[in-house]
């Protein structure tokens, strides 16, 4: 590469270095020099984990980048004085009894940098988070669904800032496994603040009345071109908003209906435009009087080990509850008549998907396995005997 083909910000450098060379009178520090000890937690943080060191060369080469000269022994000094300020700063230990710790810590267990005589290298050891907070933090965004992929990738480089460069590619490689259906509505994060805000007792410094909502509530319907759901139906609700309930990768808002009168459940994802009335909400009674341990059990699904393959006819009413459950992409749906649809799902057999189904009386029924239909009857069965049979 020329000298003219040089990018611009690295003749600015070379400029300012050669500048610094030349001076004959050249008194006192360079002016860059005084970026070393932050440059050097810098590579650390960045660069460094207990499975991967540098050394002071390697720290010297990397400083030389920004022509910045560094002896070995120089960066020991910064090494040492970046542990003794890190250390009151991260443990509220008064400056003195800081360095009384780190002159008598013979483990490094109170270091910021450590040394690893083995591999003849220094490495960061103490980060806000530890690797495997990250990775658990990494997996539970990849499996929200509420989260958007475009989302899920901005958090992630967010996230992995706290850890090497080495440990984010690790973490990357094995959270893209855990990965979810993904919400494809990007919005999601700007409603959950203005939610928050709606139910807050105080807010901008001052005290809050807790306020109604109103907002656009998409439900889903099966598109008769594409053949699978489909978010329209768009509906303005004013709802007085409770609580944050979260399921199965989805964030819910409990909130009382004024249109029902009752106790409602709202996906996050099928939100928008949300307007706070300014008017107090109402439910209250009916919001103290929910056992919500209850209400979740009986209203989201459960987990097993189980899971078989069924086929269940809906009435075109159920359709936004049934994708509320099993989502959009592993099961399967198809148009009957203009007023039914088919659902293919794998479900866990057991009362609690059986006490779900009851609730759409007969608007739903399993088609296939016959067992799994006639053992749905023997349950039915059981609840009318316990209706028939004397105590």
Request: charged fraction near 30%; charge should be negative; proline fraction near 4%.
């Amino acid at each position: 590469m020329s000298e003219d083909q040089t990018p611009k910000k690295h003749r600015k450098r070379e400029a300012r270095y050669f500048s610094w060379q030349g001076n004959k009178d050249n008194r006192g520090r360079k002016a860059d020099q005084k970026m070393k000890p932050f440059l050097t937690l810098a590579y650390l943080w960045k660069y460094s984990d207990e499975n991967h060191v540098l050394s002071a060369r390697d720290i010297s080469h990397l400083l030389a980048e920004f022509y910045i000269d560094a002896e070995r022994r120089s960066i020991y000094r910064d090494i040492k004085e970046i542990n003794r300020l890190m250390l009151p700063l991260e443990g509220d230990y008064p400056l003195w009894e800081a360095e009384e710790l780190l002159e008598n810590d013979d483990t490094g267990e109170y270091q910021t940098i450590v040394y690893d005589p083995h591999r003849k290298g220094y490495y960061l050891q103490r980060r806000p988070f530890e690797f495997t907070d990250i990775q658990i933090l990494a997996q539970c965004i990849c499996s929200a669904k509420f989260v958007s992929e475009d989302q899920t990738e901005r958090l992630f480089k967010s996230l992995f800032k706290f850890i090497s460069e080495q440990q984010a590619e690790e973490s990357w490689e094995s959270t893209l496994l855990f990965e979810e259906e993904k919400t494809e509505k990007t919005g999601v994060f700007y409603n959950i603040p203005a939610l928050n805000d709606a139910m807050s007792l105080s807010l901008n410094g001052g005290p809050h009345v807790p306020e109604k909502i109103e907002f656009d509530y998409a439900e889903y319907i099966i598109d008769e071109m594409q053949h699978r759901p489909v978010l329209k139906n768009i509906n303005r609700k004013t709802v007085s908003p409770y609580k944050f309930l979260v399921s199965d990768g989805n964030i819910f808002l409990l909130g009382f209906d004024d249109s029902q009168n009752q106790m409602q459940t709202y996906r996050i994802d099928c939100i928008s435009k949300v307007t706070p009335t300014g008017k107090p909400r109402d439910g209250q009674n009916a919001y103290e009087q929910m056992n919500l341990q209850e209400y979740v059990r009986s209203n989201f699904q459960s987990h097993g080990n189980s899971r078989r393959h069924v086929s269940i006819l809906f009435e075109n009413s159920c359709l936004d509850e049934v994708i509320r459950r099993f989502g959009t992409k592993e099961a399967q749906y198809a148009t009957v008549d203009s007023a039914h649809f088919v659902a293919d799902v794998n479900v866990e057999i057991e009362n609690a998907f059986y006490n779900w189904l009851l609730g759409f009386g007969a608007g739903a029924k399993i088609l296939k396995p016959e067992w799994a239909a006639e053992a749905f009857l023997k349950y039915i069965d059981d609840i009318k005997n316990t209706y028939t049979t004397k105590p």
